[in-house]
């Protein structure tokens, strides 16, 4: 059974600062990678999208990295704002179950002015 | 452009009684249909999926049930409720079934269960 792991659970960083979230997965055997951004009481927001043939996706200040064979992603955010306070999720579509998009339980960020 | 609707925004039932929520997509046809379910202090569970008109995959047992009457509507139900389905309720789409789409959520349904 695929397990998504988030570290940390929750972050908190001065603005301005670059910071890494990091989620790993159990079964390499993926489609894709998805990181997701929700705030309080909202849906989710689609950011990136790695297939499992990339390395990185890139959409301003925010870069994706997949490393399929050690079942690891980082999501990294440069030059950090107060707006990008968030839960940001990570989920992978498994090659074995297609239908099912298994989420990690998130990075709580908060960025402080 | 698509957009993906879900009323109620909040809902507060007591224990027993039943429940509708709805979902619907617009500027889309032959969407892949989701139901997930984010309970405090969890990751999101997927509930339902469905690729087509009364074509329903379940992925947890449990007392809730979904249909898809119409191409873009998407319905979660149950008879009797439990403390245990409270939770965020998120209705999501996609249009490729798995490979290279991503999928899009709506806005939400927060229940709660008395």
């Known amino acids: 059974k695929q397990e998504v792991t988030q570290i940390p659970a929750a972050l908190s960083v001065p603005e301005g600062e670059n910071l890494v979230l990091n989620c790993s997965f159990t079964?390499?055997?993926?489609?894709?990678l998805q990181w997701f951004r929700q705030d309080p009481g909202k849906g989710l927001t689609s950011l990136l999208l790695i297939q499992s043939s990339q390395r990185e996706q890139t959409s301003g200040r925010l870069n994706a990295s997949l490393d399929k064979s050690s079942g690891r992603s980082t999501l990294y955010i440069a030059a950090s704002q107060p707006g990008d306070s968030a839960t940001y999720l990570c989920a992978v579509y498994e090659e074995t179950s297609g239908s099912r998009l298994t989420f990690g339980e998130g990075t709580q960020l908060t960025v402080n002015p | 452009s698509q957009t993906i609707h879900q009323w109620p925004a909040t809902l507060v039932q007591p224990v027993g009684s039943p429940l509708s929520l709805e979902c619907t997509v617009e500027g889309t046809s032959n969407p892949n249909l989701y139901w997930y379910r984010q309970a405090a202090g969890r990751g999101l569970q997927l509930l339902f999926y469905s690729v087509g008109i009364g074509q329903i995959s379940s992925e947890v047992p449990q007392n809730l049930s979904a249909s898809r009457p119409q191409d873009r509507q998407f319905i979660l139900s149950s008879k009797k409720l439990l403390l245990s389905d409270s939770g965020f309720y998120l209705c999501?789409?996609?249009?490729?079934?798995?490979?290279?789409?991503?999928?899009?959520f709506g806005p939400g349904t927060r229940l709660t269960v008395l």
């Open positions: 079964d390499s055997a993926i489609y894709n």
């Open positions: 999501a789409w996609s249009g490729d079934f798995r490979i290279t789409d991503t999928q899009y």
